[in-house]
């Protein structure tokens, strides 16, 4: 006699109603697939940033490489000038100056370069001796 | 959920590239700063050269008429440097 409550392993189901693990899979798979999509917006994303992070790096290194070399220019430059040229620039100003006393001659000049007022201030120091350029003539 | 290599490799490198560039940054505004703080000794050095030069030109046209100041002039290298506008030894920095 058959038990129609417990069917045997033998016989099929015939019931069509899906067991719950099938749409969990199908929901497992869906979000998976959704993941990977995810996973590959994220890495364009970092693959762009990465691309204008570098640019930025490349820009700053040039430019910090520019700042440098000027200043080292610059400071060679005023070291030289405060070792050989600012000094002879003094002794020459110095000597124009202690002309200037033993010919009234030169009094015109003297004056227009205030030899007089700035004959302590030495060039060397990064001040000048004489009067700038454009305020004379 | 395993992570992707892919993704760690491409934040390391972010984050490499991200703390360069602030280095960069700092050492270029730090170098900036030294330029700004040195500019009035270049411009003060600038300004001196021109007087010179000025001064120069000044005694070189005074020669004409009282020779006697010549041996100062050659000293200093003006004469025998040029004939026209001659400058003393100086040297125009770029700022």
Same mark, same amino acid.
């Given at each position: 006699? +058959?038990?129609?409550?417990?069917?045997?392993?033998?016989?099929?189901?015939?019931?069509?109603?899906?067991?719950?693990?099938?749409?969990?899979?199908?929901?497992?798979?869906?979000?998976?697939?959704?993941?990977?999509?995810?996973?590959?917006?994220?890495?364009?994303?970092?693959?762009?940033?990465?691309?204008?992070?570098?640019?930025?790096?490349?820009?700053?290194?040039?430019?910090?490489?520019?700042?440098?070399?000027?200043?080292?220019?610059?400071?060679?430059?005023?070291?030289?000038?405060?070792?050989?040229?600012?000094?002879?620039? +003094?002794?020459?100003?110095?000597?124009?100056?202690?002309?200037?006393?033993?010919?009234?001659?030169?009094?015109?000049?003297?004056?227009?370069?205030?030899?007089?007022?700035?004959?302590?201030?030495?060039?060397?120091?990064?001040?000048?001796?004489?009067?700038?350029?454009?305020?004379?003539? | 959920?395993?992570?992707?290599?892919?993704?760690?490799?491409?934040?390391?490198?972010?984050?490499?590239?991200?703390?360069?560039?602030?280095?960069?940054?700092?050492?270029?505004?730090?170098?900036?700063?030294?330029?700004?703080?040195?500019?009035?000794?270049?411009?003060?050095?600038?300004?001196?050269?021109?007087?010179?030069?000025?001064?120069?030109?000044?005694?070189?046209?005074?020669?004409?008429?009282?020779? +006697?100041?010549?041996?100062?002039?050659?000293?200093?290298?003006?004469?025998?440097?040029?004939?026209?506008?001659?400058?003393?030894?100086?040297?125009?920095?770029?700022?």
């Amino acid at each position: 006699m +058959d038990n129609l409550e417990n069917p045997t392993p033998g016989q099929p189901n015939q019931d069509p109603t899906p067991t719950p693990a099938q749409p969990m899979a199908d929901e497992s798979n869906d979000l998976h697939a959704q993941l990977e999509a995810l996973r590959g917006v994220v890495n364009l994303a970092l693959v762009l940033m990465l691309i204008v992070s570098g640019t930025l790096t490349t820009y700053m290194m040039r430019q910090w490489r520019s700042a440098k070399t000027e200043l080292e220019q610059l400071s060679a430059g005023i070291t030289a000038y405060q070792k050989s040229t600012g000094p002879a620039m +003094d002794e020459f100003v110095r000597r124009t100056v202690e002309y200037s006393r033993t010919h009234p001659d030169f009094a015109p000049l003297a004056a227009k370069y205030h030899f007089n007022e700035a004959g302590a201030t030495p060039a060397s120091q990064g001040r000048p001796a004489v009067p700038p350029a454009s305020s004379k003539k | 959920m395993k992570n992707s290599p892919l993704t760690a490799i491409l934040l390391s490198l972010l984050a490499i590239s991200a703390v360069a560039s602030a280095g960069f940054c700092f050492y270029y505004a730090s170098a900036a700063r030294q330029i700004r703080q040195i500019q009035p000794q270049v411009a003060a050095i600038n300004n001196h050269n021109a007087a010179i030069s000025a001064l120069a030109a000044d005694l070189l046209e005074y020669s004409k008429t009282h020779p +006697d100041i010549n041996p100062l002039l050659e000293s200093a290298g003006v004469k025998a440097r040029t004939g026209a506008a001659a400058v003393p030894p100086s040297t125009k920095l770029a700022r």
